[in-house]
């Protein structure tokens, strides 16, 4: 038995409306409907939705409520895992710090717990990129959380950032640059309101310039002199496009900055954010203190002692390289980018259609062909019994971009389409969905062992799908789609076109036969078949 209450507070003009479905009850009023599932006695919210921050310093985990296409916070969970510290001397993450991050995930998972997959966004950070075994500890880390985790690229969390970060700050036609010093990577973004428009990531980060220059806690002018002339090294390519002269406010976010402001503010040495003179006075604090531990500074929080000399060594290169005399902090950050952006896919701002369209322009491809072959791709991938909801979007978008390696080369485009789709930078799509995207479209044609292996009968039937419209539509003609059906039984599939069609179309006919001969050296068995109108 279930019952299923869809209700709101109720206005003195709201109107309640009662249905009852089997043994399902729905209410719902006129205003912002929230649903409660009395089945277990969990609530399952639809205007729920969460983003996990998987960073090198902390995991945290924010719930939130969209109400009027904006986000609403609800629950905020942070665990200072300091996963960047937990990487040895060769890159691997120690069993230790695997096992700390499971402990965490698993206590973000039970939060979570009654949210269906669209509702949630996982990212993991710069620890996840640079680990040798960040790969194969992942899907220990999905099992724990309960929920898909992407391993996004500098760039993309940069983007993010900014996101975040724009949404927390008054509107502005001003530019402004963010930067965010987090544990393992620190991202630079000059953006103006909402749109970023120049995004770099870099590798230093706190908990890694604290571990490489203050590994004991000791802080000597010689040690802060060599981690700010090092961070300088790294910013330094990066002055042409952020200095001072391209932007007109300066904006920090998350721990190292937030932090910053705060010992600033509370010690009487700045108010309203960062400045120049309050790290100078900083710097002395520090030295005088001569380690982490003896620091005397009013609102440091535990947690940050261990990664403050390392993160202001990163701050104090970055306002002399930038030329940066005063920085506000936002409360907005990568987490809150990632509601933003979950938000834009549940609606009609999905950044991934904007970056399609963006190379379609870029690669100069076949916009009206790419679009012919995504819509019968998508069609034919909605119709295999293993291809998931997310699984044929990748087939749409790698439709849409499969051609775009022809920019290079006529000979060998698919191979070119892959290399693009997975080493460009494409905002919205995480390090495996480009992964995903580049096995697609370099299995669109040609020999099919040459492909590669995909993991699982579901790829198969994604990549049979694709490689379907792309003969169909080979003509480039603008012809409606044939009322074609693809089924599958196991490894045999069947495509079903209409009763006359191919005889019409003698190089289409050859051209799938052929292809049913490419299937059978992969195991698989494919048949074309006929079906009356």
């Known amino acids: 038995m279930q019952f299923v209450v869809v209700c709101a507070?109720?206005?003195?003009a709201s109107r309640a409306i009662v249905r009852y479905v089997g043994l399902t009850i729905f209410v719902t009023w006129a205003h912002a409907p929230v649903s409660f599932n009395f089945s277990g006695m969990r609530m399952a919210d639809d205007n729920l939705i969460a983003a996990v921050d998987l960073g090198s310093n902390s995991f945290r985990l924010q719930v939130a409520r969209v109400l009027e296409s904006t986000v609403v916070p609800l629950d905020t969970f942070k665990e200072t895992v300091r996963l960047g510290a937990g990487l040895d001397d060769r890159n691997y993450l120690t069993p230790a710090a695997q096992q700390q991050a499971?402990?965490?995930?698993?206590r973000f998972g039970e939060r979570l717990r009654g949210l269906r997959p669209e509702q949630v966004r996982a990212v993991a950070t710069n620890t996840f990129r640079v680990a040798k075994n960040g790969q194969t500890f992942l899907p220990e880390a999905e099992a724990a959380l309960g929920f898909p985790i992407e391993i996004i690229g500098g760039r993309e969390e940069a983007r993010l950032i900014y996101l975040g970060a724009s949404h927390s700050l008054p509107s502005s036609r001003e530019k402004r640059l963010v930067v965010d010093i987090g544990g393992g990577s620190t991202e630079f973004i000059v953006g103006r309101q909402y749109n970023p428009l120049t995004t770099e990531s870099?590798?230093?980060?706190?908990?890694?310039?604290?571990?490489?220059?203050?590994?004991?806690?000791?802080?000597?002018?010689?040690?802060?002199?060599?981690?700010?002339?090092?961070?300088?090294?790294?910013i330094q390519p990066l002055e042409q496009d952020f200095h001072a002269r391209h932007w007109q406010m300066a904006i920090g976010t998350s721990g190292t900055a937030r932090s910053l402001a705060d010992v600033m503010e509370l010690n009487d040495i700045a108010s309203g954010g960062i400045t120049k003179a309050g790290l100078t006075r900083i710097r002395h604090i520090l030295l005088d203190a001569g380690h982490v531990d003896k620091v005397k500074l009013n609102g440091l929080r535990d947690d940050r002692r261990p990664v403050l000399a390392g993160g202001f060594a990163i701050m104090a290169a970055v306002f002399d390289l930038l030329g940066i005399e005063r920085m506000q902090i936002t409360q907005g950050a990568l987490r809150d980018g990632v509601l933003y952006d979950l938000l834009g896919r549940q609606g009609q701002h999905d950044i991934r259609t904007q970056t399609v369209n963006g190379f379609l322009r870029r690669y100069h491809t076949d916009a009206a062909q790419a679009q012919r072959v995504a819509t019968l791709a998508l069609?034919?991938?909605?119709?295999?019994?293993?291809?998931?909801?997310?699984?044929?979007?990748?087939?749409?978008?790698?439709?849409m971009l499969h051609e775009v390696g022809r920019a290079i080369s006529h000979t060998s485009y698919h191979k070119h389409s892959a290399y693009i789709l997975q080493h460009a930078d494409m905002p919205g799509f995480s390090r495996r969905e480009q992964a995903q995207l580049g096995s697609l479209v370099l299995a669109q044609r040609g020999k099919l062992e040459k492909a590669?292996?995909?993991?699982?009968?579901?790829?198969?039937?994604?990549?049979?799908?694709?490689?379907?419209?792309?003969?169909?539509?080979?003509a480039r003609h603008d012809d409606p789609d044939p009322d074609c059906m693809l089924?599958?039984?196991?490894?045999?599939?069947?495509?079903?076109?209409?009763?006359?069609?191919?005889?019409?179309?003698?190089?289409?006919?050859?051209?799938?036969?052929?292809?049913?001969?490419?299937?059978q050296t992969v195991g698989h068995e494919l048949a074309i078949a006929e079906h009356s109108a």
């Open 9 to 12: 507070i109720p206005t003195i």
């Open 102 to 106: 499971l402990e965490a995930l698993a």
């Open 202 to 234: 870099t590798l230093m980060g706190c908990v890694s310039w604290s571990l490489r220059f203050f590994p004991d806690g000791i802080i000597t002018p010689d040690r802060m002199a060599a981690a700010e002339i090092a961070a300088g090294e790294v």
């Open 379 to 399: 069609h034919l991938a909605q119709t295999m019994p293993q291809v998931n909801a997310a699984l044929a979007l990748d087939v749409y978008y790698a439709a």
């Open 452 to 474: 590669g292996k995909p993991s699982g009968e579901a790829l198969w039937q994604a990549v049979l799908a694709l490689r379907l419209a792309c003969i169909i539509h080979r």
């Open 487 to 519: 089924n599958a039984t196991g490894k045999r599939y069947t495509l079903k076109l209409p009763k006359g069609w191919l005889d019409a179309r003698p190089l289409t006919r050859h051209a799938l036969m052929e292809e049913t001969h490419a299937w």
